[in-house]
């Protein structure tokens, strides 16, 4: 897998609707640029060519595992945030 999902996405939180897909399944560029927000200036025709990309199962398999990863790490910090709340109550 050789995307450049950064130079797309910058930080509007859309980076996630796109590894979803990837995960999923979705290879299409096109399909995959729909994720983008709308307002990023980037022009479609760029993120075609970022989000087309060669796709090698190991490369996706370790997407997942990151993203399974990065998903846990943020359950942990609500938890801590949570603990924290309940530790010093207003």
């Given amino acids: 897998m050789n995307i450049k999902i950064q130079h797309v996405i910058g930080n509007t939180g859309k980076w996630q609707e796109i590894i979803k897909s990837i995960i999923a399944g979705e ?11 709308s307002r990023i200036r980037a022009h479609k025709k760029r993120y075609y060519k970022i989000l087309n990309g060669v796709w090698k199962e190991e490369h996706v398999f370790e997407l997942e595992q990151s993203y399974s990863i990065y998903q846990f790490i943020m359950l942990l910090k609500e938890c801590d945030a949570k603990i924290e709340e309940r530790k010093n109550p207003e």
């Fill in 27 to 37: 290879r299409n560029a096109e399909i995959l640029a729909s994720c983008c927000d």
